[in-house]
C-alpha cells in the first residue's frame, strides 16, 4: 500500500536499517526464484522467493554471517543495493510495516501486512492509500532496474 500521511510515524514500535542486493534477480526466463543478500540493523539473512507475482509466494529465508552478507552485498550484487527503513507500526490486530527508502528511491513511502490467509480481513488505518501489491513496478527487485526516481 502507499501511504497517505505520516499519521502513522507516533505509531512506530520498532525501526530496522536495511540493505538490500540480489545474486539472483528472478527476472530472466530460466529464474523460478530471486535470491536476496539482506543487512538489517547487523543482522544478515540469504533469502530466496519463488518470482510468481501472486499474493502468496514460497520464501525461505538463512541467517549468514555479517561479513559474508557485507561482502556479497560489495561484490556480488551489482551497482545498486536497495536501502530502506523499515518501521513496525501495530494496528488493530496485526502489525504493518512501513518502509522509506533512500538512495535512488528517495521518496517511495510503501506499508504491507502479513496475513494469515489471503482472505484474512483486516482493518485498514486512515494513513494507508492505494493497494499497489498487484503493480510490479513498487517489487523491490524492479526497483532496482527503475529506481523510483527514474518513474
Partial sequence: ??????DWKSLVTK???????YLQSGLEASQKSSVRIRISNQQANINIK?????????EFEYAIPLDDAQQMLATLCGDVVVEKTRYHVPFGNHLWEVDVFEGENAGLQMAEIELSDVDETFEKPDWIGQDVSEDERYYNIYLL???YNQW
Fill in 145 to 147: 532496474k527503475k529506481p
Fill in 50 to 58: 519463488s518470482v510468481d507475482l501472486i499474493m502468496v509466494r514460497q
Fill in 1 to 6: 500500500f502507499l501511504l497517505k500521511n505520516d
Fill in 15 to 21: 525501526t530496522h536499517i536495511i540493505k538490500q542486493g
